[in-house]
């Protein structure tokens, strides 16, 4: 979980494979055909495949997993089908009571990636929660290579970004921030 790459399409998800991307998750907002459609060819990337709010999506195209909101239905759906399940939180209080494999916890910071996001939780916030968590915590929200390492630092297992999913200099700051090179 330490590198998740949040893409649209397949050109990106292999360029986020090669930066060093461990998990993909395909975010497409929109009715299932399309979610297939754009997701031909994700499981074949050799990482983890997860896809955004579409346990039927996920289904259908083989994925490993389903990455659901707060107010997404499909984590019984998920369960039953054994699928990994992960929830976004905001808040201590959220992430308590996720019923999931792995939490994405944020926006650490402003994003422009997301428009409706919550304010940002900050390291504070984010160190917080993945005190509290008993899951793996992937960072979301304004993550790129000069803050990957802060979010390691305040005990997440991972960062989660789009806008840095092909930056290789993101890789490296994670690894270093886990001591390795």
């Known amino acids: 979980m330490r590198v998740h790459a949040l893409v649209t399409d397949l ?8 930066a060093g991307a461990t998990v993909v998750q395909l975010r497409v907002k929109a009715p299932t055909a399309e979610i297939v459609a754009r997701g031909a060819g994700f499981a074949g990337l050799g990482v983890t495949f997860v896809v955004n709010d579409d346990v039927a999506a996920a289904v259908t195209l ?4 389903v990455h659901l909101g707060q107010d997404d239905p499909g984590a019984a759906q998920a369960r039953a089908r054994g699928l990994i399940l992960g929830r976004s939180v905001t808040t201590l209080e959220q992430a308590l009571a996720a019923d999931a494999d792995y939490l994405g916890a944020g926006p650490v910071w402003e994003t422009p990636s997301k428009q409706d996001a919550e304010p940002p939780i900050g390291l ?3 160190r917080a929660i993945c005190a509290a968590a008993g899951v793996p915590v ?6 790129d290579a000069s803050n990957a390492g802060d979010c390691i630092g305040a005990g ?3 960062v989660a ?5 092909t930056d290789p200099d993101l890789r490296r700051a ?6 390795e090179r």
């Open 62 to 65: 083989g994925a490993a997993g």
């Open 124 to 126: 504070a916030g984010l």
């Open 138 to 143: 992937v960072a979301i929200g304004g993550i």
């Open 174 to 179: 994670v690894d270093e921030a886990f001591g």
């Open 161 to 165: 970004t789009i806008r840095a999913a």
């Open 156 to 158: 997440a297992a991972g």
């Open 11 to 18: 050109e990106t998800a292999r360029l986020a494979v090669a």
